[in-house]
């Protein structure tokens, strides 16, 4: 099956691919096939933002196409930034300014305890549609630890790894991440 990834974030597809290597046949992004245009995200939750993702691309392309929504869900600031987390900060995306919002948002906040949740949605070029969700639970830190990852990874405390996850190998992050574990129940429902 060939499929195409409905994104052009380098990071969200180097992490895609990997999880999902071997499953589909030819696995291409939308640039590679000469699609450049932007999907807008213009749902109100992670499932309707990947849904509009992967018809889209799959109407683009004639090929399946596999999308993600994925966020960041602060407990004390009542799920925020949630679906709007790549741009908390406004535009254009900026990672760093993304976190030095969150970290003062939550200066004095005890309760730090958050979530990273990915849906995931693979939709055929008839209409088929297959989802799958992963959440990974940790908290919040003070200030950033590690160097590796990206977006709030420097500042988001896995319970699962007992580290940032700028702080793990990429290989101990998909074990755990909110995206691997929404490709994994994927593939598994393939």
């Known amino acids: 099956m060939k499929l195409v990834i409905a994104g052009n974030n380098k990071d969200k597809i180097k992490e895609i691919k990997e999880i999902t290597c071997g499953v ?62 790549a741009r908390y900060a406004g535009e254009p995306v900026d990672h760093q300014k993304n976190i030095d919002k969150l970290l003062f948002a939550l200066k004095d906040e005890r309760d730090r305890r958050a979530g990273f949740i990915t849906v995931v949605c693979l939709y055929f070029p008839d209409g088929r549609t297959v989802f799958a969700e992963g959440r990974c639970e940790g908290e ?40 691997g574990r929404a490709l994994r129940k994927l593939v598994s429902l393939l």
């Open 140 to 179: 919040i830190l003070t200030s950033r630890r590690g160097t590796g990852g990206f977006g709030y990874d420097p500042v988001f405390y896995s319970y699962d790894l007992k580290k940032s996850f700028a702080e793990a190998l990429p290989e101990e992050k998909n074990s755990v991440s909110h995206r």
């Open 24 to 85: 589909f046949d030819e696995v291409f992004t939308l640039s590679e096939l000469g699609v450049f245009e932007e999907i807008e995200e213009t749902g109100a939750t992670f499932m309707e933002n990947a849904l509009i993702k992967a018809r889209t691309a799959s109407k683009l392309t004639g090929f399946a196409a596999l999308s993600d929504d994925s966020g960041l869900s602060v407990d004390a600031l009542f799920g925020a930034p949630g679906i709007y987390s």
